[in-house]
């Protein structure tokens, strides 16, 4: 079965700051890799997808970025961290096939101060 | 675009059954499916629903009417570990991606 690391669990970073966050995945190959952004009390925000290695989709405009240097890799970056960008990341990943069923990641919960 | 409404906090007692209602717009349609995620934790896949009907799991059910857009999540016998947030999600019309709901807290009192 899947499973997905992310790390760090928390982070607290300086506004301006720049950011990484990592996601590794297991027990799938050529899945389709997500991140999202869940603030306080709220709903997912989808923010990339990647069907594949160097693959990016973006759904919203933001200071942040996404890479995909390996098929069981995604990675989240920003160069200079805002306030907004406070909150929990999610990494997701489903099959390549387009199963129905998104697995998670147990998430980055960030604070910008 | 896409678009998906839920009811934003539900509560209900122990032993009881609750129903989650979701509606959603959306330019094309792959199915809906829920999840359910407990405070600080990642979102669980629940069920999903690609045909009209009723898919039962336990004692989670899900009903999907394609014809109304309309969708609901039905817990029965509730219990204190049902606490927690629920979303019901679509994928787009590319089947590229996932469009989440806002999320209906459910409280389950004693």
């Known amino acids: 079965s899947q499973t997905i690391h992310q790390w760090p669990a928390t982070l607290v970073q300086p506004v301006g700051s720049p950011l990484s966050l990592e996601c590794t995945v297991e027990g799938t190959s050529n899945p389709n890799l997500y991140w999202y952004r869940q603030a306080a009390g709220r709903g997912l925000q989808l923010l990339f997808y990647?069907?594949?290695?160097?693959?990016i989709s973006s759904e919203v405009p933001q200071n942040l970025s996404a890479s995909r240097p390996q098929d069981r890799q995604f990675i989240l970056s920003s160069k200079k961290l805002l306030l907004s960008d406070s909150g929990f990341y999610l990494c997701a990943l489903d099959e390549i096939s387009g199963g129905y069923e998104q697995y998670f990641g147990p998430g980055t919960r960030l604070t910008v101060t | 675009g896409q678009s998906l409404e839920q009811p934003s906090e539900v509560t209900a007692v122990e032993g009881a059954i609750v129903q989650i209602n979701c509606t959603y717009q959306t330019s094309g349609f792959y199915g809906l499916s829920w999840y359910q995620q407990h405070d600080g934790g990642a979102p669980t896949f629940l069920s999903y629903n690609a045909l009209d009907g009723l898919e039962e799991t336990g004692r989670f059910s899900s009903f999907l009417s394609r014809s109304d857009s309309y969708g609901y999540l039905l817990l029965q016998e509730l219990q204190m570990k049902d606490s927690a947030s629920y979303f019901c999600?679509?994928?787009?019309?590319?089947?590229?991606?996932?469009?989440f709901g806002p999320g209906t807290r459910l409280s389950v009192l004693p």
């Open positions: 999600a679509v994928r787009d019309n590319y089947g590229q991606n996932f469009v």
């Open positions: 990647s069907v594949g290695i160097g693959q």
